[in-house]
């Protein structure tokens, strides 16, 4: 169970290899920060370090870019 008002970290990531597309995400009746986006594994060391935790943009659905 999450606490009221708790802070949630969610990866998504696109594991398509060879082929696919984009695939849209969203969370019905809730909007997001998109913190941060790249291309490859994540690397829960290094990835967050470039996180954008001054001004993220406000998001209700984002694209997960195949092998993203």
Do not use: R
Not at 34 to 43: L, T, Y
């Amino acid at each position: 169970m999450v606490e009221y008002n708790s802070t949630v970290e969610i990866v998504l990531q696109g594991t398509n290899l060879l082929s696919g597309t984009d695939h849209a995400m969203h969370l019905h009746g809730y909007n997001f920060y998109m913190v941060g986006w790249g291309f490859g594994n994540f690397d829960k060391e290094k990835d967050p370090l470039g996180y954008n935790l001054v001004d993220p943009p406000l998001q209700t659905t984002i694209a997960v870019p195949k092998n993203g």
